[in-house]
């Protein structure tokens, strides 16, 4: 009897050790399941919208999945003056009448936020322009600033240049969330100074920031390739923009230079000039002569939309040329108010 209980008990504690061992391996189990199974159904491929970043243009051209059409566009945009500038082998193709590139203005190849991006701008059109006192569309926006920023003239709008520009235009915007699509809609608005532009506190900022890459005579430095153009644009003379592009207006100078410049250095989020002094360098730039676009007195037809801070008449009001020109721009503003009920606010 004795080894008879003796069996017994290690029977029991056997079965006690196996069953154990079961429980062990049962609650093993069950944590590697719920650890590998439940991330795998809450895990998203898809990039929230805080993390969207534009493309990086260079290496995805470079990837070998880029629509041709894109890459025509790319170098249209980056490489202006031997595409469609004055370069170009094909007397035919120079429609742009200075070195500029377009991405002198539109930095990072046009993804820079705060610098007139063209990431999302495909969305915004058709859209009315009070230019031209009509609703346009994406080429006739492109056009504009190849008859001004330019100083050429348009492409022809079934052109597989400008079909091109479109394409890309519309390839780096692929993918924008909606809710981002105003962080890279034209130039952050600046707190303009209520006095006249400062020349000589323009010409300060200008020696202090501007001069390196643009020089004391304002006309930058060509690439070493000048057929490619600029590496750092003229910011006046005889290859700058022309009177009518909407860098000639100073406010719209200041808010570029505000979220951009000095290159490199300044973003819209952190910007190096306040806007007392991009207000005043950019009235210095814009003092300066220019290409003078014919047919000026023709833009705005309904002259109460033209901004307050473009040079050239006529305007729906009787303050001085010098005034439109270098300010101070609110007495103007208060007068469109007052009596055509209309905010401005460039």
Known sequence: MEHFGYLVRRLFWLFVTVLSLITVLFITLLTYRTETTIPSKTVSLTVSNSEWRPKNVLAALEDGSTPQRVKVGFLLVSESPENIGPQAPDPNK????????????????????????????????????????????????????MERSMNGKKLPKDSQEILAIVAYMEWLGEDLPQERENEFKGFPKIKIPEVRVDLEKGKSVYDRECL???????????????????????????????????????ITAAEFIKSNM?????????????????????????????????????????????????????????FSQEQHHFGPFQPIMEYYKENYNIEKVK
Not at 111 to 131: I, L
Not at 303 to 316: H, Q
Request: charge should be positive; include cysteine; aromatic fraction near 12%.
């Open 94 to 145: 120079r429609y742009a009448g200075n070195n500029l590139s377009c991405t002198n203005c539109h930095l990072q190849f046009g993804t820079q936020a705060g610098s007139g991006s063209w990431v999302g701008v495909a969305n915004r059109f058709p859209q009315f322009g009070g230019r031209a006192n009509a609703v346009g569309d994406l080429q006739d926006r492109i056009n504009g600033c």
């Open 262 to 318: 000095p290159f490199g250095l300044a973003t819209y989020k952190n910007p190096k000039l306040t806007d007392e002094e991009a207000y005043h360098v950019a009235g210095y730039i814009n003092s300066f002569v220019r290409p003078v676009k014919a047919n000026t007195e023709a833009d705005y037809p309904d002259k109460k939309l033209k901004p307050v801070s473009t040079s050239y008449g006529p305007w729906a009001d009787n």
């Open 212 to 250: 390196v890459c643009h020089g004391a005579d304002g006309q930058g430095i060509k690439k070493t390739d000048t057929s490619k153009g600029y590496l750092y644009p003229p910011l006046w003379g005889p290859d700058s923009f022309n009177n009518g592009a909407g860098m000639h207006r100073v």
